[in-house]
C-alpha cells in the first residue's frame, strides 16, 4: 500500500515557475514508478511526466518537453514536478501516481495508486 500527498500548486503568471511535491508513504516506495498526471477541466486526464525505475529513463509529454523537469528523493520519499515557463493551457490539477517498476509509465492504467490532486492556475 502507498499513500501519496501532492503539495505546492496555486496560482502563477504565464512564463512563471512552480514546484509540485509528492510525499509518499508506505512500503517499497523506492520500487514504484511514479509519474504525474493531470486533468483540465472538461477534459481527460493525461499523462505529463514519469521516471520509470525498471529502464531508468523519464518519458513527458511533447507539450511539456524542455519545461518540466521530474525528480525524486527516495530519502524524503518525495517526487518533485518543477514546472518552468508555464502556459495558460498548463492549468490543470495535477496528480501523482504510483505504477509497478514494469508496467508501462505512459499509460494511466499502470497506475495503482493515486494522491488526490492539487491545483494549477496559469493567468494569461
Known amino acids: 500500500q502507498v499513500q501519496l500527498v501532492e503539495s505546492g500548486g496555486g496560482l502563477v503568471q504565464a512564463g512563471g515557475s512552480l514546484r509540485l511535491s509528492c510525499v509518499a508513504s508506505?512500503?517499497?516506495?523506492?520500487?514504484?514508478?511514479i509519474g504525474w498526471f493531470r486533468q483540465a477541466p472538461g477534459k481527460e486526464r493525461e499523462f505529463v511526466v514519469a521516471?520509470?525505475?525498471?529502464?531508468?529513463?523519464?518519458y513527458d509529454a511533447d507539450s511539456v518537453k524542455g519545461r518540466f523537469t521530474i525528480s525524486r528523493d527516495n530519502a524524503k520519499n518525495t517526487v518533485y514536478l518543477q514546472m518552468n515557463s508555464l502556459k495558460p493551457e498548463d492549468t490543470a490539477v495535477y496528480y501523482c501516481a504510483a505504477a509497478p517498476p514494469d508496467w508501462p509509465a505512459q499509460v494511466g492504467g499502470s497506475y495503482i495508486y493515486w494522491g488526490q490532486g492539487t491545483q494549477v492556475t496559469v493567468s494569461s
Open positions: 521516471f520509470s525505475r525498471s529502464v531508468g529513463r523519464t
Open positions: 508506505g512500503r517499497a516506495f523506492s520500487s514504484y514508478t
